[in-house]
């Protein structure tokens, strides 16, 4: 029985890991929506739209936005880091990192 409860909070753990990876995936790209209707967001704002969007998630993520220049014009890339520790009773933390990251070509204004 105890081998069966840290195997089924082990798997519960793992959900909730799936469910705010792609939570983050969901909140990168609607955060690039936004910037491709307005190109002047900082990567403060930009920050704060994911994490306004992982309300239903763990917010603890790390966002960061660079923005390079192409022979097409310019391109942003937001990118997104979800870290999480597994740990169950009795055996070792397990750290899970998700990376995700977004570009978006800019607007020529």
Not at 46 to 74: F, H
Request: aromatic share 6%; with cysteine.
């Amino acid at each position: 029985m105890p081998v069966l409860l840290i195997l089924l909070a082990g798997l519960a753990q793992f959900a909730w890991v799936q469910h705010c990876s792609t939570s983050l995936r969901y909140a990168l790209s609607a955060a690039s929506r936004q910037l491709l209707l307005n190109p002047n967001l900082t990567e403060a704002q930009m920050r704060d739209a994911v994490k306004a969007k992982l309300a239903a998630a763990d917010p603890n993520v790390t966002v960061s936005l660079s923005i390079a220049t192409v022979a097409s014009g310019k391109v942003a890339t937001l990118n997104g880091v979800y870290a999480h520790t597994i740990s169950l009773p009795g055996l070792p933390s397990i750290p899970l990192d998700y990376h995700a990251s977004v570009q978006t070509p800019l607007p020529a204004f």
